[in-house]
């Protein structure tokens, strides 16, 4: 398996832009995570998806902030308007509760600079 | 709720020398916890995870963790540092399962010195 696939790897946009974060979880799992990391907060849980249902948003820092799994292969993080203080990394993991998963598997990350 | 605390935001130590990378955790639940590595520019990658059973859990790349829950740690060791073990170290803690999502550390930055 590819493993957690995540675009764009780098995105670079001005202030007041939409930018859309992308991810392709492993094939047949059914648990979807997106996490920001910043140097000040570290690794923050955004919101998680189970079977295309977002189960828990409240990490979700505004209404500036969006996320939807159209389907089990595909998830999008929209932001919209963008602010430099949405800079960060952000991750895209997947697990699946009918194998059994104790652990999360995470994408290579985009990184987002918002100027 | 959960709660994982990471004592070090960077440790350093020689290659060749003992790592010893501290993890507490705070679980209202029996917790699975976890270890992973980060890489410059670089996902994360399971270094090792206690779910249940034994309590001294060895993972890749010759680290090793052990479960104190007395103590409420998991702290991460491997006894001969090598230069490529520079990274970041994250220890997390899920609710008992797979499927409540992970907490992390702030992280701790492992540097090895030649």
């Known amino acids: 398996d590819a493993g957690v696939i995540q675009s764009p790897r780098h995105e670079v946009t001005e202030m007041g832009q939409e930018v859309t974060l992308r991810c392709k979880p492993i094939s047949g799992h059914d648990y979807l995570f997106w996490y920001r990391q910043t140097m000040m907060r570290g690794l923050e849980l955004l919101i998680y998806f189970n079977n295309n249902v977002p189960i828990d948003d409240s990490g979700m820092p505004e209404d500036r902030f969006s996320a939807k799994m159209p389907n089990a292969s595909f998830s999008t993080l929209k932001i919209q308007p963008s602010e430099p203080r949405d800079s960060a990394v952000y991750f895209c993991a997947s697990t699946s509760s009918v194998l059994g998963n104790t652990e999360a598997f995470f994408g290579q990350g985009t990184r987002l600079t918002v100027v | 709720a959960q709660s994982v605390t990471q004592l070090g935001s960077h440790v350093s130590v020689s290659e060749g020398a003992l790592v010893l990378l501290r993890c507490n955790y705070s679980s209202s639940v029996p917790p699975y916890l976890f270890w992973y590595v980060q890489y410059p520019n670089q996902g994360l990658q399971l270094l090792l995870k206690y779910t249940t059973g034994a309590t001294l859990v060895k993972g890749i790349n010759g680290f090793e963790a052990e479960f104190k829950k007395s103590e409420t740690s998991f702290h991460l060791t491997k006894p001969s540092a090598h230069m490529s073990d520079a990274a970041e170290y994250f220890c997390?803690?899920?609710?008992?399962?797979?499927?409540?999502?992970?907490?992390f550390g702030k992280g701790t930055r492992l540097s090895v010195i030649a």
């Open positions: 997390a803690v899920s609710g008992g399962s797979g499927n409540t999502p992970l907490v």
